[in-house]
Structure formats: C-alpha cells, structure tokens
C-alpha cells in the first residue's frame, strides 16, 4: 500500500530549509524566546559576560584577549547551533504548511437563502463569510468552502488536497460518510453542506497551525525532562560558582571565561539545544505518514500504548468475505453445485458474488454456460435477503442459511444431515455460511470466510515483543470471533461488540493503568474514540469521530496505529537516548579542563590529564568547541530519530546504553584529543 | 591487605546479609501495623501511648499531614534536648556537676541529634551529664532513628499503594518502629555490650592508682545502653569524645565486628522490608546489590590505601607492614579500622573506631566521597532507602525514556511532578556543601579552625560540611568546630541536610501514592535484573561525582598525588 505525503517531504538537508534556518537561528537569539529552554539560556548569558570580559580585555590591553575571543565566539556559535537545529525542525513544518495554504485561499460559497436544504436558491458570498450551521451548496466543479456535513444528496469528491490520494471519495448525507473538509473539490452531483466550523478553525487550518508548530506547547514528558535538565544545570551553577571560593583557598587564580566554559561544558547543552527540534520532529514524521495529531501529547502518548483496539473489518481481515469452500448436499456433483453458484452469482457485483465466481472459474474449471449474459439477474433485497438468476428455465438462489430455509419451506432441522453439519463446521472456523437452493431444493452450502491479512500475525507478534496487547472487536458472534482471533494471533477480542462495549472495556483497561490506543470513523465510535488515550479518526469518517479523536489519518488505513506507536517511541528514544548522551560526556570533559585549571598550582594534577593535550588553554578551548560541534553533529539524528526495534524493554535499553552511553562516554576523549591536535597546530591557543 | 583483614569484613558483611530478610520481614509487619514477635511484650504499652494520643489523631494521613506532624515532632524535640543541655546544671542527674551547654553548643548538639546528625562539637564525658546523655541524646538516638524509618515506611507505601493519597500516621509509625524494633533491638545488643566488657552504670568515674603510683579518675557511665542505639540507630554520637575508639566504647575486635553489624543490619535489611512491600522482593534485592557494589569498591579503595603504610613514615624508618597505623587503636589494625570508616559513613553513623583525619589521602577520601554520595549505600535507618529511591526513580526516567515509554517504576509513572521534586532534593546536597565550604574557604574566622594548610585542610572543611548536610556526624578531626561560626553554619547545615532533603522526598511519595498501579508488560524495561543495577550504579556515581569533582581534585585528589614528592603545607 502506498500513501502519498500531502506535500512532499522535504529532504533533511534542503537547500531552501538550511538558508531560512541560518536566519532564524540568529532571530532565536532573542532572550525572550530562549528563556523558555533554560539551558540553552544560561548558555546566552553566559556568552554575554565572557564577551563583556573580552571587551575589556580589548579595552584595557590587560588579560587574554585572544583566548577569551575564542571563548565568547564558540559560546556564541553553541547557542546559534541549538537555534538552528530548532529552526530546521521547524523549516520542514513550515515548508509543508505552505503547500497546504494554498488550498486554502479564499474561495466563493453558495449560501442557501433558506433554512431549508431542498430549497436550493441561494446567494454567492466569500468563504469567509460563512457563519456556523450555514447551508451552502456545492456542486460539480466547485470548491467545498468551509468544514461540514453533507445533509442532502451525494456527490463524489476529490480530497487530494489533503489526503496527497487523487482517487475520489464518496460523500453522502447520513451514515458516516458524510463529513467533507473544506479545500476540496466535488467531482459529480451535487451536495448541500451544513458548515460546521467557522473560518480560521477548518481543519485545514488546523492542519496548517499543527505542522507550522504554532500551538507548540511542551509536552508533558518533554516538561519533565526539561526539569531534569535545568535541574542539572543549576547542579553544575552551583560546582563552578563555589569552585571560584575553594579554588581561591587553594592559591589557584581561575578567570571568569574559565569558570564559564567549564560551566558551559558540564551543563546539558546538547541534550538542551536539540529537545524541541526532537519534539517538532516527531510530529513531522507522523505528519509524512499521512497522520496528523491534534497535540504532541498525543504523539507521545502514542508511545505509552499498552492495548490497541482494533476494528476485525479492514484491520485484520480484509473488508469482504470471500467464498473459500462449496459443500453441495449428498446426490449434487461438485461441478454441478459450482456451476449453479456460477449462475447465480454472475451478475453479483459484491465482492462475495464476485469471489463465487473466482472460485468456481478457478479452482473447479467451471465456465459460465452459454449464454448467461441474457439470465435475469434477481438482486439483493432487505426483505427476501436472497439474490440469484434466473436462466434457461432454472430458478437458483442463495443467501443467508436461515432465509433459504425459509425461501424452500423448511426448518433447519428438517434439511439434510450434511447440510446440517456442513452449516456447523463452518460456523466453528469463524466463516459465514451461504445456502444455495435451486427450484427449491436445497443444494448445498458456500463457505464464505473472513480472510486474515497475510501479514497481520507477524505484526501482532512484533506488538506483543513491544509489549503492546492487541484486542480484536468485531460484531461477530462469540464462536466466530474466537476463530478468526486464534487465526490472527490477538490477545483477546471483544464479540458482537456495541459501541458501549468498546467503551466500557477502554475505562477497565484504564482502571488497571493500561493506556489505549484506538481507532475509528463511526459518529458511534466517538465516545470511545474521546475516551481512549490515544484515538486516530479515520478521514474518511464523520465530523464527530474527527473531532473526538487526538489524531486524524489522512489515508484513512486503520492498520497504521502500529506505525503511529513506533513513531512515539522513537520520539521518547531519542530523548532519553541524547540525554544519557550528554550526561556521559562530562566525565571526559573534567578530564579536560580540571588538570587545566589547577596544574599552575599543584602540578602533580598533570596526571589528571590522560589526553595529553597540549596546554592548558588549548584543553578549554578544545572543550568548549567540542561542546558547540556536537550539537551540529547530532542534529540529523534528532530529526531522523534514533532506530526503534521491536525487541522488547531490556534489550533495547542494553543497545542504547551501549551506544549512546559508553558511545557517550568515550566520543569525547577521542573528539576533544582530535580537535586539541588541531588547535595546538593552527596556534589558536 | 592481608587474607585475615579480608575474613574480619567478609564475616561482618554474611552477618549483615544474614539479617537482612528476618529483620526486613519483621519491619515489614511492623510497618504493616500487624503482629509481630515482639507484641506480647510491648502490645500494651503500644496500646496504652495511642489510646492515650485518642483515636482522632491516628487516621491514615496525606503526606502532608503526615510531614507536618513529623515536623512538628521533631521540632518538640528540639526544644527538649536545648532546655535540657542548657539547664543541665540545675537538674538531677549530674553527678559530676557539669554546668549548662553553652548556647551555641546546645543549638548545634540539639540539631545535631534531633537530624540524627550526632555531630558532636564537645567531648561528652567533660560536658554532659547523665541527665543530659540518657533523657536528652539516648532520647533523640531513638525517635531521630524512628522518624528515618517511618519515613521510609511513606516512601515504600507511594510505590506499594494504588491510587491512594493517604500514606500511613506518622503518631503510629514512629511509635511502632520504637517500640517493636528498636527498643527490643537496642535492650539485646547493650546485653551483648554488657557481656563483652562495655561499662553500664550511673557512677561518674572510678579512681585507679596507676602503676607509677599516680591517681587516675577514669569517667564512666550508661555506656553500653547509648552504644547500642548510636549504632543500630545510625546516630553515632558517642559516649566519650574518642567515640568507638575509646576502649569503654568498644574493647575488643569482637565489640567492633558487632558496632560494624549494628550499624548496617537495618538500613540493608529496610531493602527487603521494601521488597516485600511492593510485592516483589526482587525489588528490594537489587537495590540492595547497588549498595553493596558502591559500599564494595570504597572498601577496596580505603583498606587499600590505608594497608599501604604512609611512605612519608616509612621513609623515617617506620615499619609499614601494619599499614598506616596513625590514628588508629592497635587492637583493630588497618582493615578493621578502614572498614569501620567506610561503613560508618556509608551509613549516616558518624562514631569512629580511627581517625578519619590521619587516613592516608584516598582512605579518607573514601568517607568523604560516601558521605557526598548521599550517604544511600545503604545510608542512615530509612533515610538511606528513601534516598537511594529517589535516585532510583531518577534513573529510571532517563532508562525509562531509552526504551520508548514514560517511564514507570514499580508500575508507577514517573512525570513532570516527580522529577522537580526529586531535583529539587538532589539540590540540597551541592548547595549546602559546597555553599558553606566555599564561603568558609575565604573566610579568615573559619580558616582560623582549620589544623592544616594546603589539600588536607580543604578536606577538613569540606569534610565537616559533607558530614553535617549528610546527617553523618563524623569528622575529619583536625578540626575545632565549637566556634560560634561553626555551630552555627554546621546546625543549618544539618537542618536544610534532613528536613530541605525530606520534605520533597514525602511529596514524591505522596504524589507517587496517588497514583494507579500500572501493570508491567514486555515493554517495560525490568527494575530487577543486572542492567537497571548497574545503571543505579552509574548514576550514583556520575550524579554524586561530577557535582564534587573540581573539589576533590583539589582535596584528597590533590593530596594523594602529592605524596610522592613529599611536599607538605
């Protein structure tokens, strides 16, 4: 299955992207945008005192002017580093909230003159004008002007705009297909629409506000983390500040950029610089997954999924049965019995009808007889509930096991044995029995089944490995929901499951701790898809499951809540994975800069330093650059995420540490020596 | 280091790990308000103080009802212990006809016993009277003591309670812990101590003719009932000023193995109780291999560096195949002695068999770095489990995040609340140490206190610091810390040490408390095995040493590497 990103997505290194983000990070560098990333704040201010003493330095020719220059530049750049790692986050939703906007411009809107969808006079206005609960009319040709519903009529609609899938879409009054957004195009027919949503909160522009990360806010693990991070940084304030007290007592003379860039090398920079251009990530990889979230909570909330509900139509099995099986009665030969199902079946439409026929051509080698074009088709009612053919004489007809029955004048009971049993095995494998009667005999059974995804088991396994149970609700009776859960591999099922049911096995799960993915398009999946921690709405269901759900799926494809899961992971993963980071390369940055600091005054600390770099200076120096380098470094891996597998908790933590911890604790030795070398060779310290 | 040092450590650490699930076990109950062995004694003196405090009173509070009362108690405490030393002269019990504390002096031992510091600015045979010692600090040993552990008992009860704001009663807790184990506890190891040849009487002193013939008044007193609640309650506030070292304290190699036992056996054994607890003693296991990891290598490192000998000696023609006998009573040796100081501060005791102050540079360095560790391996009855849980939780937060989920422990989800709070207690430690160190470090006043120049006397300081904020109460002895300047910044940093650390402590519990229980499933990462062990590990020690770092270099870092050139200050 392909899907295609509503705009295309942006490479990581654009050219365009990079240009509008070098600019932007030097506008981030007002302090009343930074002060909401504490670290990358004390960074600013800190870089301000350092070029204050360089000044100075200038000024009174007293000082090391050269080394605290360098000092106050690379600070600077640590800064304008963190800013444009957020800038380029942010470039990728900009570039894709002005593909978006274009389908937005204003457009003309036939307001009804009257309360009354079947009076169709009306009055042309602009978009803009329209108010909550107008009626517009829109026909073949025109734009959909605002969000709404479709009270009368049904028309075909493209909805490329926002879905990037050309096919058109059926949209209809009632049901759940009646929701249409505004920005897209009615192909045929025509519709009258009640608006739903006032201009400036369509879900267009929605969409814009989410990708152009307008309504930002932290979310709530990203809060905590934040915490952490300025928890350690005030840690570390406190070491140099009283560093200054101790080391006096000592004899040692340590200067302000000194004490600043050991400051500026223990507190979390790279973690600081790179949280939020994480978070915008993660909400732009859902974004290229055709999935928009409401929130970033939702996104990570995503990640927390204990259970995830899921619908058996479409989801696990494909949407129609097909016929796998015929059973005829004793005394009717196969071929003869695929022969009258062919017949009976040909001009059947329905996937049902049309797999009949596939099997009889197919497995039984049966043809269709002569003349079949000209057999009058008997279609599908509500009140026989039977469909067929009548042709060359013979009158056949098949349907439901009870309706036959009843179409031949018998009970159950009285119908043969093998028909009987027959009826019963197929019942106990989770299919859909079909009975076929000609001249009203009973001839024999169809067996229709519900046909597993092929690959579903698989998933579901990777699920479980993730720690994430599945539960199949379906309407089937218990018997058959039981069979096609075993096929597909869940967890559990919910059988003839009601949306109260949905409902009230949610609020368990949650009562236990569980978290609970969904997903749905039924305005009667609205209450649970509200209650559920996560819901993903289907956009192609009604206005309500849209607005109840957290998440709208553009493509419509209930399979992708594993995927949604994965991204929310790998958004957590990252995080905790660069923060770990972080944290372990202070270890080899004391070994840079302690022995530099006091070798003057107790030259034995000279064992401290295990780099044998070249002097005192340069140690700090190479420090400090480092610090600044490996937030540029690292931006590709925060925007791209880090790696998720399904493997399970501990080894997963086992690879990450391994990784980004040891990694973490070793890089640095190896970067700061490198640049050290480099530093001592072109004489800048 | 030789094989039979090893053996003294390794039979007092099977003793101490012998104890660990009858003791945990029988905390447990006790905190669970049920039955326990020792109910038929002490049932109906339980039964009589709560009745006597009325019914009204003892109702499951919130953590902040229950922060209060526990403030509130202390703070009673506080004002009994000040008026008792300061009035010790008009009171009975005095027979040696000591006078009233100083004021200074009683502010810093009241602190100092009420945090369960036992900091002890004056030498206690010179200046308290019996009164004084038994009705005033043995007091405070006990329900110093008790608080710690029925604090921890809040903590465990955030982690074991589903979706409950209420955490237990502080009145019934803190009566509980008294009555069923320390109480018992303290009455069979005095007995012991008694046995051994530690003295228990209410005479002040006894005369003995030495054998130049010259009259010698040796002081004694209530030695061994104080002794063994000092260790099992992790006070440390010695009888004498020599503290365990003095012989009356602790006689023979046998006395100390058992002061050793005493002072770990219930901070390890609160592990299991927490096991137990939340219903997975695995739990409580792993958090007791993180202490033994960390309290392990210190051991090393200290005997060690104390079995070396001192080369400065040696090069004088002294004989180092003792080790570096400085400071230390012959009738324990090296190992016996490093191990008493790793112990004793690896808990938050604080009474010494040696002194700190005559170890070699990586042997005291070992304390001090426990100490700044935060003194949670295992650290002081209750305060050490709660402390190295909320180091725990901050470690499963960054794991926790490294494997794709908020992160949980114990089924509990560790959020934005939690981590404030848990950073604003790791804040205090820092704060206090090296606030009050750098400012006494250029502060001629303080200086003035100091018995060395140079690393050593900057250890001194920042020893003195480390060991009040961390409730310890041991001390680098070279220095004279009964200056009003001392008394004074010492008792606050006692204070913001126990009461600016807990309070936080008791709102992550109670915050913790409030919250569902959640089911663990494959994709929560497991809080038991080696991994989340070595991962505690880590934290500690990366947490604790880069706050110290730039400091220790210039202490015992700096000191050490010195040795070899035999520059001294």
């Known amino acids: 299955m392909s899907h295609h990103p509503i705009a295309a997505a942006p490479s990581l290194f654009d050219r365009g992207i990079l240009t509008r983000a070098t600019f932007d990070a030097f506008l981030k560098l007002d302090p009343r945008r930074l002060v909401r990333n504490p670290v990358i704040f004390v960074t600013e201010v800190v870089a301000l005192v350092v070029t204050l003493v360089f000044a100075e330095d200038v000024?009174?020719?007293?000082?090391?002017?050269?080394?605290?220059?360098?000092?106050?530049?690379?600070?600077?750049?640590?800064?304008?580093?963190?800013?444009?790692?957020?800038?380029?986050?942010?470039?990728?939703?900009?570039?894709?909230?002005?593909?978006?906007?274009?389908?937005?411009?204003?457009?003309?809107?036939?307001?009804l003159l009257f309360d009354d969808p079947e009076d169709s006079a009306h009055s042309v206005v602009s978009s803009l004008e329209l108010e909550l609960d107008d009626l517009v009319l829109v026909e073949a040709g025109d734009v959909i002007p605002a969000d709404g519903e479709v009270v009368r009529g049904v028309a075909s609609v493209n909805e490329s705009a926002i879905t990037g899938e050309?096919?058109?879409?059926?949209?209809?009054?009632?049901?759940?297909?009646?929701?249409?957004?505004?920005?897209?195009?009615?192909?045929?027919?025509?519709?009258?629409?009640?608006?739903?949503?006032?201009?400036g909160s369509t879900f267009i522009d929605r969409m814009i506000a989410l990708v152009e990360g307008a309504e930002r806010q932290k979310t709530p693990n990203e809060l905590a983390l934040s915490i952490l991070l300025s928890g350690l940084t005030l840690i570390f304030l406190i070491t140099v500040v009283t560093l200054w007290g101790i080391a006096g007592y000592s004899g040692a003379t340590v200067t302000v950029p000194v004490l600043i860039a050991l400051l500026v090398t223990l507190i979390p920079t790279t973690i600081g610089g790179l949280l939020s251009a994480i978070g915008i990530a993660g909400m732009d990889r859902l974004i290229r997954f055709n999935v928009i979230a409401t929130s970033g909570r939702a996104v990570e909330a995503a990640g927390d999924v204990d259970t995830l509900l899921l619908d058996k139509t479409g989801t696990i099995t494909f949407g129609n049965r097909l016929a796998t099986e015929f059973l005829p009665v004793p005394g009717i030969t196969a071929e003869a019995f695929a022969e009258a199902a062919l017949v009976a079946s040909h001009a059947d439409e329905t996937p049902e009808g049309r797999s009949i026929v596939a099997l009889a051509n197919g497995h039984h080698g049966v043809v269709e007889p002569a003349g079949v074009e000209g057999a009058s088709f008997v279609p599908f009612t509500a009140q026989t509930r039977l469909s067929g053919a009548d042709f060359a004489g013979r009158s056949i007809r098949k349907g439901a096991v009870d309706a036959v029955l009843r179409h031949v004048g018998i009970g159950l009971d009285r119908a043969p044995a093998a028909f009987r049993d027959a009826v019963d095995r197929i019942a106990r494998?989770?299919?859909?029995?079909?009975?076929?009667?000609?001249?009203?005999?009973?001839?024999?059974?169809?067996?229709?089944?519900?046909?597993?995804?092929p690959d579903i088991k698989e998933r579901f396994a990777e699920l479980r490995a993730m720690g994430i149970r599945t539960v199949m609700v379906t309407g089937d009776n218990p018997v058959t929901a039981a069979a096609i859960a075993s096929e597909a591999g869940v967890d559990d099922f919910i059988a003839e499951a009601t949306p109260q049911d949905k409902l009230a096995y949610i609020r368990s799960e949650q009562r236990h701790g569980r978290l609970i993915a969904m997903c749905g398009d039924g305005t009667n999946d609205a209450p649970a898809l509200a209650q559920a921690d996560v819901g993903v709405a289907m956009q192609s269901g009604t206005q309500a499951a849209r607005e109840a759900g957290n998440m709208v799926d553009l493509d419509s494809n209930p399979t992708k809540l594993?995927?949604?899961?994965?991204?929310?992971?790998?958004?957590?993963?990252?995080?905790?994975?660069l923060t770990t980071f972080s944290i372990a390369n202070d270890v080899a940055k004391y070994f840079a800069i302690v022995p530099a600091l006091f070798v003057a005054t107790y030259p034995e600390l000279g064992a401290l330093d295990v780099m044998g770099l070249a002097s005192p200076e340069s140690a700090i120096l190479s420090a400090v650059i480092f610090n600044a380098l490996i937030i540029v470094a690292l931006i590709p891996l925060a925007l791209k995420g880090i790696a998720y597998r399904p493997v399970g908790a501990a080894a997963l933590l086992r690879r990450n540490l391994l990784v980004y911890g040891v990694g973490g604790l070793a890089l640095p030795f190896v970067g700061i020596k490198a640049i050290d070398l480099l530093v001592a060779a072109l004489h800048l310290a | 280091m030789t094989v039979f040092g090893w053996l003294q450590i390794l039979f007092v650490l099977a003793l101490v790990l012998a104890s660990v699930v009858p003791l945990g076990r029988h905390m447990a109950r006790v905190f669970a308000g049920e039955r326990t062995f020792f109910s038929p004694a002490v049932g109906s003196i339980e039964r009589g103080l709560l009745a006597a405090a009325g019914r009204s009173s003892l109702g499951p509070q919130t953590w902040l009802g229950y922060t209060l009362a526990m403030m509130a108690f202390n703070a009673a405490g506080f004002v009994l212990l000040y008026a008792i030393l300061r009035l010790q002269g008009v009171l009975p019990g005095n027979p040696q006809g000591f006078a009233g504390v100083e004021p200074w002096l009683a502010f810093n031992t009241a602190i100092s016993f009420v945090t369960n510091?036992?900091?002890?600015?004056?030498?206690?045979?010179?200046?308290?009277?019996?009164?004084?010692?038994?009705?005033?600090?043995?007091?405070?040993?006990?329900?110093?003591?008790?608080?710690?552990?029925?604090?921890?008992?809040?903590?465990?009860?955030?982690?074991?309670?589903?979706?409950?704001?209420?955490?237990?009663?502080?009145?019934?807790?803190?009566?509980?812990?008294?009555?069923?184990?320390?109480?018992?506890?303290?009455?069979?190891?005095?007995?012991?101590?008694?046995?051994l040849g530690i003295p228990q009487t209410l005479l002040a002193s006894v005369d003995a003719t030495t054998l130049e013939g010259a009259k010698q008044t040796i002081a004694l007193g209530p030695v061994a009932s104080q002794e063994a609640i000092k260790l099992l309650g992790t006070n440390g506030g010695g009888f004498f000023n020599a503290n365990a070292a003095h012989p009356f304290e602790n006689p023979t190699a046998i006395t100390n193995a058992l002061e050793i036992w005493a002072l770990l056996a219930i901070s390890f054994a609160l592990t299991h109780t927490f096991g137990r607890m939340v219903g997975d003693t695995r739990q409580g296991w792993a958090i007791l291999t993180v202490m033994a990891i960390i309290l392990s290598g210190c051991l090393v490192?200290?005997?060690?560096?104390?079995?070396?000998?001192?080369?400065?000696?040696?090069?004088?023609?002294?004989?180092?195949?003792?080790?570096?006998?400085?400071?230390?009573?012959?009738?324990?040796?090296?190992?016996?002695?490093a191990f008493y100081a790793v112990a004793t501060t690896a808990t938050s005791t604080g009474s010494v068999d040696a002194m700190h102050e005559s170890f070699m540079p990586l042997g005291g360095f070992m304390p001090l770095l426990l100490i700044k560790l935060g003194e949670i391996v295992p650290g002081g009855v209750g305060s050490g489990l709660f402390g190295i849980l909320v180091i725990a939780v901050v470690t499963v937060f960054v794991a926790g995040l490294m494997v794709g989920r908020t992160p949980e422990y114990l089924g509990k989800k560790i959020e934005a609340r939690e981590m404030k709070l848990a950073m604003l207690a790791q804040l205090i430690l820092p704060a206090t140490i090296l606030g009050f160190t750098a400012v006494a470090a250029l502060l001629p006043t303080a200086l003035a206190s100091l018995a060395n120049a140079g690393p050593h006397g900057l250890t001194e300081l920042l020893y003195a610091y480390a060991s009040a904020t961390g409730n310890n109460g041991s001390a680098f002895a070279g220095l004279s810390a009964d200056t009003p300047w001392f008394d004074a910044t010492l008792g606050i940093a006692m204070f913001l040490g126990r009461f600016g650390y807990v309070v936080p402590v008791m709102a992550i519990a109670g915050s913790l408390a409030a919250k569902p229980r959640a089911v663990a499933s494959a994709g929560t990462f497991p809080t038991h095995g080696p991994l989340f062990v070595g991962l505690v590990v880590a934290v500690i020690l990366i947490l604790g040493g880069l706050q110290f770092f730039p400091a220790f270099a210039l202490g015992p870092i700096a000191e050490h590497l010195l040795i070899p050139t035999g520059r001294t200050f």
């Not at chain 1, 076929?436 to 597993?452: P, Q, S, T, Y």
């Not at chain 1, 994965?566 to 957590?572: N, P």
């Not at chain 2, 329900?143 to 921890?152: D, H, P, Q, R, V």
């Not at chain 2, 200290?302 to 002294?318: C, I, K, Q, S």
Request: charged share 15%.
């Open chain 1, 59 to 111: 000024v009174t020719g007293s000082g090391a002017p050269a080394f605290d220059g360098q000092i106050a530049a690379w600070l600077w750049f640590t800064v304008l580093f963190a800013n444009f790692a957020e800038a380029v986050a942010e470039g990728r939703g900009k570039a894709q909230a002005d593909a978006l906007r274009k389908t937005r411009s204003d457009t003309l809107a036939k307001r």
């Open chain 1, 166 to 199: 050309s096919a058109p879409v059926i949209r209809e009054s009632g049901g759940d297909r009646s929701a249409v957004t505004g920005g897209t195009t009615v192909l045929s027919d025509r519709i009258v629409v009640r608006i739903t949503a006032a201009p």
């Open chain 1, 429 to 453: 494998a989770g299919g859909t029995p079909l009975a076929v009667c000609e001249a009203g005999r009973l001839i024999g059974a169809i067996h229709l089944k519900d046909v597993v995804k």
């Open chain 1, 562 to 577: 594993i995927e949604v899961v994965a991204i929310g992971k790998q958004l957590l993963m990252t995080r905790g994975s």
């Open chain 2, 117 to 195: 510091t036992n900091w002890q600015a004056y030498g206690g045979e010179t200046t308290m009277s019996h009164l004084s010692q038994m009705a005033g600090l043995t007091v405070q040993n006990f329900l110093s003591a008790a608080t710690g552990m029925a604090l921890a008992a809040v903590m465990i009860r955030g982690f074991a309670s589903s979706g409950s704001d209420r955490v237990g009663n502080f009145w019934v807790d803190v009566t509980r812990v008294t009555l069923h184990v320390l109480l018992p506890g303290s009455i069979v190891l005095a007995l012991i101590f008694v046995a």
């Open chain 2, 301 to 337: 490192v200290a005997y060690w560096a104390e079995a070396g000998g001192n080369p400065l000696l040696t090069a004088l023609g002294v004989d180092p195949s003792l080790g570096n006998m400085e400071g230390k009573e012959v009738r324990f040796g090296s190992a016996a002695s």
